[in-house]
């Protein structure tokens, strides 16, 4: 069974925070080891190796069901509802 969340996703949008996890830096730390990309909103949130986790926090707050890594070099995508890559 493919995604079919790939397919409705609007235009990749432009990035809310580009120095790194909104939330975390709201808080004050910048200890995330790696960031997503939302591809509904553009969020850009810590990875689930962070201690916070808000890439996946923003998925069961917002519902927006795929991100992309944000890391230089690479762009693979994770859709949190079919739980896989797409």
């Known amino acids: 069974m493919s995604c ?3 397919a409705e996703l609007p235009p990749e949008p432009e990035v809310d925070c580009v120095s790194g996890c909104a939330e975390c830096i709201e808080l004050g730390e910048t200890g995330w080891v790696h ?3 939302c591809l509904t909103c553009g969020h850009v949130a810590c990875c689930d190796s962070s201690p916070y986790r808000h890439a996946t926090g923003h998925f069961h707050k ?3 069901p795929v991100m992309r890594s944000y890391e230089p070099g690479e762009a693979w995508r994770w ?3 079919d ?3 797409v």
């Open 4 to 6: 079919t969340h790939v």
């Open 79 to 81: 859709c949190y509802v």
């Open 35 to 37: 960031l997503r990309k």
């Open 62 to 64: 917002d519902g927006h």
């Open 83 to 85: 739980n896989k890559l």
